[in-house]
DNA sequence: CCTACTTTTTCCACTCTCAGGACAAAGAGG
DNA sequence: CCTCTTTGTCCTGAGAGTGGAAAAAGTAGG
């Protein structure tokens, strides 16, 4: 199939892509009650749009008790690709213009692999997703990797975690092989978008997002805008000292929250009470699998082990205390507590909320929910999309 | 004199007056060269500036070649008031419309006093100011307040350190008193304001500034713009807890950087080092002042007393530790260390820098300068005047 | 002093955008 | 069948804005 290549001619055409991908079919009363054009102007417009195909008349819309109008909508086969690209696993996502996710899959993944590696086994999930006839073609992907990233180019800067990585052109090369715009970001950032566009943060303007995954970062949306930082490396809160002359960490230094809990330390520290016959139910499961994960613990915790139970309450108190200090300069509006050790939820959750209501003066906490993420592993795949969408959807 | 009451009709004319404000007089082709304007549109929108008096003709400009042009200027009457309320003294200053400071006092004040008293003592430092020929009224007036405020309505709310302010309409009754618009702000990001305008971060957009006076404080400027939080308490970083378990604080936590390293802090570690005699240089000056401040601290460091390079130093640590926290979050182009403590000079600053250098990642640290700021006591009321003007020369 | 060339300003005709009124089309409700 | 409401379309006039031409006011060199 032919893909969309139009793009919005100016800022009203933008605008009203993003209220029919946000808010779905309008009809034309609908999105003029929306938008203060004239009615001539919107007509216009909406007209411009329908010749490009960037969307298409669709149905009747229901009567507001006159005369019933036709309803808008985006072009129901543009497609996007949202890939998340995590340090132990892969997701990739296909999604309509409305950014609801149509196919979706997992797999793990070792990112030290190196970029080329990482990419045949991108494209050959989203190969396998268009074999099944969601799509026929991408009119974009975002992507977010596990690092920081120079976003106006779309490449890695010195990721710690991705050696190989560094200068890779990300964005080029990924646009190359889908013949689609891309647009590249760090996967925390990611996260952030997903939540706000479809998440627990649709309405809030300033927040944080906190992902604990294999290591720990923050996304931070300014005023609605995901805020990345003069070299691209804001939110990189898992480096932040958390504990004075704590554990050496990757990075040289030593006691970095990372180090003290993340799911990699979370992993070593269950491992090391298993082997020391402090916590049953730990030993049992590393009898089982030979290893143990975050999952491991939060089963165990959800048993009732009383160690598992402890090293989450520690990881929590050690989170809460750095972001409570994070909550004091930033002063946001809402936190968002995500990633891979979510499944230990309302220990974790109550363990770091402790801390930021304690750490933090009243006048920042008074009125900040603290909470887990709602969309889980497809925070980061709609986030992507809906980073090559806001892209597709602006003035060209 | 009749005060100007004239706005700029739209964002030309807003834009026009900034870059006027910013660049000093320039001729019309000057403004061209700047404003992607046509040239006729370019002379409809001066003519209009010329007819409301914001702006004057003043003079030939300096030739390019070929025909002189008459140089456009702002009103060389306009007055702004900048107030800069600290806890202990007030600095009044006024400015022109380019923001130049043509007088400037500051006085002895504690706030605790409360907002009527403290306001008296304003207004008659504007009096004195407005007596010595420099202004005959004021055009607009920014004020800055030693604690958090609800921007859009310029009210404090909760502030530590200002019992009696909570609530209390600033803006409303400094607007009231002196007949013209006011706007109030968190006395940091003033600080912030300034240097941004005609400091160190003239080029920079996005930076922290630190402003370490009886407490400590944070400015954060995003993108440009002042960023102020959910509640207006961002950059609120006195109450980070720097020490665990560290000293008490008056905010009932403990070991908040406040408590262990700020003006008032620091006066409290002098004087109980005097009184230990463990520092000869500083149990002289309690001797003859009877209490010691960070000046005292400052004199006896740079007497070379070792006691007193040990307080600053080990405050600088601390300092340096929770700002390396914050560079790591929000990777900054520039943090900037202003305040009443900036006497301390080199000694405060390499502590903090190596502590930053240490401790953050190397690609939030690789190209970032930690400098004092420039402007010194003037910062915050050129910040306030900067602030009031950025109100006025905007689109009504 | 005069001439050639620049730069700056002013004037003007023309295009484009856009708002808002008038009107037609289509349905709801009685 | 009639009236009212909502929706879509057409049209005109106001205003914004562009860019060319010419006038104004200078510089530089002979």
Known sequence: MRRMTARPANAHQARLLRLLRDGGPNSRAQLGDQVDLS????AVEVDRLLETELVVADGLAASRGGRRSHNIRLNPHLRFLGVDIGATSVDVAV?????E????INQPMDVREGPVAVFEQVLAMAAKLRATGLAEGFDGAGIGVPGPVRFPEGVPVAPPIMPGWDGFPVRE????ELGCPVMVDNDVNLMALGEQHAGVARTVADFLCVKIGTGIGCGIVVGGEVYRGTTGSAGD?????AVP??????CGN?????AHFSGAALARDATEAAEQQLSPELAARLEANGTLSAVDVAAAAAAGDATALDLIREGGNRTGQVIAGLVSFFNPGLVVIGGGVTGLGHTLLAAIRTQVYRGSLPLATGNLPIVLGELGPTAGVIGAARLISDHLFSPA
């Open 237 to 241: 809160i898992g480096h932040i000292q």
């Open 173 to 176: 090369a990924l646009s190359q």
């Open 101 to 104: 996710i149509l196919g979706h």
């Open 39 to 42: 009615r001539s102007k919107l």
């Open 254 to 258: 030593r006691g970095c929250l990372e």
């Open 95 to 99: 999604t309509n213009a409305e950014l």
């Open 245 to 250: 002359d704590g554990r050496p960490c990757a």
